[in-house]
Nanobody, 123 residues
Framework: QVQLVQSGGGSVQAGGSLRLSCAASGFPFSSYCMGWFRQAPGKEREGVGTIATDGNTSYADSVKGRFTISKDNAENTLYLQMNSLKPEDTAMYYC?????????????????WGKGTLVTISS
């Protein structure tokens, strides 16, 4: 059974840091493109970034230089390190696994989804 179990959400002040984790099981983690998405209150879901099987990453302009996506294949775990957090980063964050054989772009990272974790940034 495929599972993407998220942890690490919480509330921090602007300028702070937070690390989200996504523990995967039930599929060949190292062979899949992985990604992070977020949805703020009253706004549509947006892609945060992706990490390909070779480790190459891609980020939305809004988080470049502040967020870092990484993964540990031995632990089947995906991470999102968030630094210099801003109030506008407040959202529900979701991890997702890509569709095998498709490009590692946010449009295709939708095969499996985590349940989300809330990140709240206060000013």
């Amino acid at each position: 059974q495929v599972q993407l179990v998220q942890s690490g959400g919480g509330s921090v002040q602007a300028g702070g840091s937070l690390r989200l984790s996504c523990a995967a099981s039930g599929f060949p983690f190292s062979s899949y493109c992985m990604g992070w998405f977020r949805q703020a209150p009253g706004k549509e879901r947006e892609g945060v970034g992706t990490i390909a099987t070779d480790g190459n990453t891609s980020y939305a302009d809004s988080v470049k230089g502040r967020f870092t996506i990484s993964k540990d294949n031995a632990e089947n775990t995906l991470y999102l390190q968030m630094n210099s957090l801003k109030p506008e980063d407040t959202a529900m964050y979701y991890c997702a696994a890509g569709t095998f054989g498709r490009p590692c772009t946010m449009a295709w990272v939708r095969r499996y989804w985590g349940k989300g974790t809330l990140v709240t940034i206060s000013s």
